[in-house]
């Protein structure tokens, strides 16, 4: 296990500049007050939205200046996902995570294309799969040529609209790598069930980050915004940005003052 948590945090979507410089702000003061080392994310390209009316984000080039300028002036690492192959040379040159989303877990050539840049890559787990079914797409990366894979837990389908999380897959997930990240804000979510959108219960979000380092997750993905009821993606659940601090804290112990 990782001697301090990894933490990342940001935006669901790139909405504007103004939003990623009031997250990226706040990740550099409390990554100064408690000595950590907090990654932002942020995606420029939302693919997979539950309805074709919905905001997707600036796409691939402006996306990645606009990150690019927040690494510039804050001092940030990054992470933001990819949804194909193609995306993943041009991200890799800005960010330090490319993230698999876990619906695409298991395309071979959109591991194979995001092992090849060589940056840490942190798959997340499908709804639809086990801990252990992990295996595989930690294997296809690692054939790749690439040792840095991440796994991340986000909860699994249960009935229609619904998410439970199995916190057992933290532990079995760890057979595969050394670091499983729980992503505690999709894992609260109610999916498609909001009238074309995904809905979501934030109220429960510092609980699943709190049963996630009882069952030994070395890190925490939370997506915040600034006014989540007014987010463009994945509003119900976010975490308000005003109270990443205290949820920070909570998982905190291990952390320096």
């Known amino acids: 296990m990782n001697q301090k948590p990894i933490f990342i945090a940001g935006p669901c979507v790139i909405e504007s500049t103004d939003v990623l410089d009031t997250v990226a702000s706040e990740l550099v003061r409390l990554n100064r007050k408690f000595g950590i080392d907090i990654i932002f994310k942020a995606s420029f390209d939302k ?39 193609y995306q993943a040379q041009a991200a890799g040159e800005v960010v330090d995570v490319l993230q698999i989303p876990a619906f695409l877990c298991r395309q071979t050539d959109l591991l194979v294309a995001a092992a090849q840049t060589g940056r840490t890559v942190n798959v997340k787990k499908a709804q639809f799969l086990s801990g252990l079914d992990m295996e595989f797409p930690v294997q296809k990366v690692r ?12 909860g699994n389908i249960y009935g229609y609209n619904n998410l439970v999380v199995d916190f057992r897959n933290i532990a079995d997930m760890h057979r595969w790598t050394d670091t499983v990240i729980m992503d505690c804000t999709h894992s609260v979510q109610r999916p498609g069930a ?48 005003s109270q990443l601090e205290s949820v920070v804290a909570s998982l905190c112990g291990e952390c320096g003052a």
């Open 194 to 241: 909001a009238g074309g959108k995904t809905g979501g219960n934030r109220e429960f979000i510092p609980a699943m980050a709190l049963a996630a380092k009882a069952f030994g997750a070395d890190g925490y993905f939370f997506e915040v915004h600034p006014d989540p009821d007014h987010g463009l993606s994945d509003g119900p659940n976010m975490l308000p940005l």
């Open 47 to 85: 693919a997979n939205r539950t309805s074709l009316h919905s905001f997707r984000g600036p796409g691939l080039e402006r996306g990645l200046r606009m990150l690019a300028d927040v690494k510039a002036k804050h001092g940030l690492r990054l992470l933001t996902d990819i949804h194909e192959s």
């Open 143 to 154: 054939e790749s040529g690439n040792p840095n894979v991440w796994l991340t837990e986000r």
